[in-house]
């Protein structure tokens, strides 16, 4: 009787390198479904199932609202708004992912700069993405006040001899800020919820205490001035670090320098929004009047604070003296 060996069939080596693949391929499973990692699909269900119904937003807003009147409300949102809508469900923040948003709201928040360059800084500094741009780039904000809180104590009179009261003094430094490249400065003790009413154009003709200048924003630099008209007139001048709490913020201001100085008659006819060229290259000791020198202050340097305008009524820069002790920018 043959023995088994006398059966064995003689295997060609491309052969054997087949069956050799073969058996590799059966021991690394090939798992298509890892393909599907980051993709939304929706599960289909068995043929006959209740599940394979059409699909049906149970949201009533989404049954009633087409999709591209959504995009139009969508569209007319305040950024910070958009920020918070898109927590609202997942359609909504699929939807305000959507770059058209944050595009037109970085082409209106730097226009300064012109829409060429800032396509140039989107695709060199922020891969092309808008959002990134808006998040991560500093601008300053128009859709409030920024405010900074100063005090300082005074002494008061004397009775009897015997006691020697102080008072503590509190006024604000509010900015408004405009796409325009524009601002409107006021110095005051008043609130804020005061204040705000009158920090616009039309009312700022009427109240003597509002003043406008121009502003350039360089990276995080702001450079500002303002010109007091009078018998005497006298340049604000103020640079200004801007920052954020957190990313894309942008609402504390650190104040660099103060400095205020006099002007000759032909630099106090030029119109306001031309002053900051005019004392842009002037050193912080310089000054055009004899009679105004200049002076770099050093107090009330306190750092301004961002208030939104619907929050301009309960914010706590409108409490009393006595209950904002321990208020600190941060």
């Known amino acids: 009787m043959a023995s088994g060996s006398d059966f064995a069939l003689a295997v060609p080596s491309e052969l054997e390198s087949i069956l050799r693949l073969k058996t590799v391929n059966y021991f690394i499973t090939r798992r298509p479904w890892l393909d599907l990692y980051g993709v939304n699909v929706r599960p289909v269900a068995p043929f006959g ?20 009147l959504l995009f139009e409300v969508f569209a007319r949102t305040t950024p910070y708004d958009l920020g918070k809508a898109s927590c609202v469900c997942r359609k909504w923040r699929y939807t305000i992912r959507n770059p058209a948003f944050w595009r037109n709201a970085c082409l209106k928040g730097w226009q300064l700069s012109g829409a060429v360059e800032n396509y140039k800084i989107l695709q060199s500094k922020y ?34 001899k015997i006691t020697n009261p102080v008072h503590v003094v509190c006024y604000f430094r509010y900015l408004r800020f405009f796409p325009s490249g524009r601002f409107l400065y006021k110095n005051s003790s008043q609130k804020i919820k005061d204040v705000v009413k009158c920090m616009n154009f039309r009312s700022s003709k009427s109240d003597d205490s509002v003043f406008g200048g121009h502003y350039t924003l360089a990276d995080d630099k702001v450079e500002a001035a303002v010109l007091y008209p009078g018998m005497r007139p006298t340049v604000l001048r ?27 008659s032909s630099e106090a006819s030029t119109s306001e929004e031309d002053i900051l ?13 004899p009679d105004v020198p200049a002076v770099s202050h050093k107090r009330g340097m306190t750092s301004f604070v961002f208030v939104p305008f619907e929050e301009a009524e309960a914010s706590v820069l409108n409490l009393p003296v006595e209950k904002m002790d321990y208020y600190v920018p941060g």
């Open 49 to 68: 199932s209740a599940s394979r119904k059409p699909h049906v937003d149970p949201a009533l807003i989404h049954r009633v609202l087409p999709d591209e």
């Open 277 to 289: 060229g005019v004392v842009e290259g002037w050193q912080d000791d310089e000054t055009h009047n």
């Open 238 to 264: 103020i640079r200004m670090r801007l920052r954020g709490t957190t990313a894309g913020a942008n609402n504390r201001m650190d104040l660099i320098s103060l400095v205020t100085s006099g002007v000759n």
């Open 127 to 160: 891969d092309g993405s808008w959002r990134k741009m808006w998040l991560l780039r500093p601008r300053l904000r128009t859709d409030g006040l920024y405010a900074s809180r100063n005090t300082y104590i005074r002494a008061g009179v004397a009775e009897w």
